[in-house]
């Protein structure tokens, strides 16, 4: 039911550290041909700190862990990639189907694996106009559920940032800022919102995961999340920011676009609202969480061993 990568398994059976990486950003997130090479510079950035790369996906209707470079190829090239969040997954294999992994499928997955931390660039949240749509997104469930350290750039900017922190907190998901006090607004290091704990070094948010997975029944039973501001050199203004969203969720609205498409469809009008400086942003934010989660990754196997 669950097919784990050769070198996957050799680094779990050896107790190296490993990284798991999501595929929606390749299939749904990020436009061609930026999808594909940044597919291939994260798990770059990963090895480069130490760690092995596991990019989770559904391949014929099989769970991937440790997707190989031809399906990094067909997920970044095909149009009939699924997007799958952890209700999908036995949909898909049961129709024998391609399917990228969110945020909540790939913590599910990277769990079933027994990989503990998982980097990606922000995670879905509570909508804006939640009051309408209800809409809030299955990651925050499954952060609660999933003992996976999740590394992110905070929440998505598109969403509700205030209510999806107050979300995380009603669900017991400890929030921990990496060398910050605020919760991170993806394209901005500052949200207004503070963190009630800090970790400024990978060790230290290493040993804070370790002691939350090592005693569940006291702790959390789920997921950490490590928020990461944004590289400062390509952060965007906030005011810029909240212009964009604004305009890209009028857009959103006029055509009725509902569901899981909305994400996909306010990050292009992002890029669109922005003239490309969204991607350059996220491109550089999804590098910077990769390589930390790696270093937590590698802190966290020395702690262990």
Same mark, same amino acid.
């Given at each position: 039911m669950l097919h784990i990568a050769p070198e996957i398994a050799r680094a779990r059976a050896? %107790?190296?550290?490993?990284?798991? &990486?999501?595929?929606?950003?390749?299939?749904?997130? &990020?436009?061609?041909?930026?999808? &594909?090479?940044?597919?291939?510079?994260?798990?770059?950035?990963?090895?480069? %700190?130490?760690?092995v790369p596991a990019t989770i996906g559904v391949l014929g209707?099989?769970?991937?862990?440790?997707?190989?470079?031809? =399906?990094?190829?067909?997920? =970044?090239?095909?149009?009939?990639?699924?997007?799958?969040?952890?209700?999908?997954l036995a949909t898909a294999m049961a129709r024998?189907?391609?399917?990228?992994?969110?945020?909540? =499928?790939?913590?599910?997955? %990277?769990a079933a694996a027994g990989v503990p931390i998982f980097a990606t660039g922000g995670i879905g949240g509570v909508h804006r106009g939640v009051q309408v749509s209800w809409d809030i997104s299955a990651d925050l469930t499954e952060l609660a559920r999933t003992p996976v350290l999740v590394v992110c750039a905070g929440a998505k900017a598109i969403l509700n940032l205030p209510a999806t922190l107050e979300h995380l907190e009603t669900l017991g998901v400890p929030v921990v800022g990496f060398a910050t006090d605020e919760f991170p607004a993806f394209y901005n290091a500052s949200s207004g919102l503070p963190?009630?704990?800090? =970790?400024?070094?990978?060790?230290?948010a290493a040993q804070l995961w370790q002691a939350q997975r090592a005693a569940p029944e006291l702790c959390a039973p789920g997921g950490m999340l490590l928020c990461v501001p944004p590289p400062a050199e390509v952060a965007l203004p906030r005011q810029e920011v909240e212009v964009a969203i604004a305009r890209a969720l009028a857009r959103a609205e006029s055509v009725g676009v509902r569901g899981p498409a909305v994400t996909p469809f306010l990050l292009a009008a992002? %890029?669109?609202e922005t003239h490309g400086e969204s991607i350059t942003t996220n491109v550089a934010l999804l590098r910077q969480n990769a390589r930390i989660a790696a270093q937590v990754a590698?802190?966290?196997?020395?702690?262990d061993r």
């Open positions: 050896e %107790a190296r550290p490993i990284v798991a &990486l999501e595929s929606t950003l390749i299939s749904h997130g &990020l436009p061609a041909p930026h999808n &594909l090479e940044v597919a291939h510079a994260l798990e770059q950035e990963v090895r480069a %700190a130490g760690a209707g099989i769970p991937t862990v440790g997707l190989d470079a031809a =399906a990094l190829e067909h997920f =970044a090239n095909s149009d009939t990639i699924r997007k799958l969040t952890r209700r999908d024998k189907q391609d399917g990228a992994t969110t945020v909540a =499928a790939t913590m599910a997955l %990277a963190l009630p704990v800090r =970790a400024d070094t990978p060790t230290e992002m %890029a669109e590698v802190a966290l196997a020395q702690t």
